[in-house]
């Protein structure tokens, strides 16, 4: 009879310890990832002057502070819109930096956020990373995380050279985002 009981009460201890693993098991299943796609446009003023957006901040001793100089770093805040006009709504803003991480001067190391204003995703952020040649019409860089809305986003993002009017230095990007999260 003692043996019977120790029997099933250790039956009881392994069944609950199963019913426990398959338990935390479906939850990790419930999160299934899904794909967005978002899309918006950039407007980036380098001229010097108030209404700049970005600008060279550093850059080696002796060296001019240019894109295309080995080793410069540039910050940059442009404000990113649903349509391609500056006067479209608002869909927040692209933060972040960018560093000439080649001793050709070509690629560009970007680290940036997409920052989300906008109703649909207001304080959720996309974050940036990787490098790409700067001279392409079309970079591409990685997703490597997300906040709020984008919480563990992974992907890509392409963003691509529209226009460029050198009177105003003003160029005008579009920037696709591909995320899993
Ligand atoms: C800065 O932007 C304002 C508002 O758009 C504009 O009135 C002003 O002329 C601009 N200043 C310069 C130096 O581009
Ligand atoms: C976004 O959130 C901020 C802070 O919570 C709030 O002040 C703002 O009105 C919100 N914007 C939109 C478009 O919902
Ligand atoms: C970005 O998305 C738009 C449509 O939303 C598409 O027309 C365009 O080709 C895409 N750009 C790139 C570089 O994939």
């Known amino acids: 009879m003692a043996t019977k009981i120790n029997f099933s009460s250790k039956f009881i201890v392994i069944l609950v310890i199963f019913m426990v693993m398959f338990s935390i098991q479906a939850k990790a299943d419930d999160h ?10 950039f407007h980036d003023y380098s001229s010097v002057g108030p209404n700049a957006t970005t600008g060279p901040v550093v850059g080696f001793p002796g060296k001019l502070w240019r894109y295309d100089q080995f080793g410069t770093i540039y910050v940059f805040d442009d404000p990113m819109t649903e349509g391609p006009e500056p006067t479209s709504p608002k869909l927040g803003r692209v933060q972040g930096i960018a560093v000439t991480v080649s001793l050709n001067g070509l690629n560009a190391h970007i680290s940036g956020s997409l920052v989300f204003t906008n109703e649909a995703y207001n304080g959720s952020t996309i974050q940036i990373l990787g490098v790409d040649n700067q001279f392409n019409v079309i970079g591409e860089y990685g997703v490597t995380s997300g906040t709020g809305k984008f919480r563990y986003a992974t992907g890509y993002v392409t963003w691509e050279i529209l226009s460029f009017d050198p009177s105003i230095s003003y160029a005008l990007f579009r920037v696709n985002a591909t995320i899993r999260h």
């Open 32 to 41: 299934q990832l899904r794909e967005t796609r978002l899309s918006g446009y």
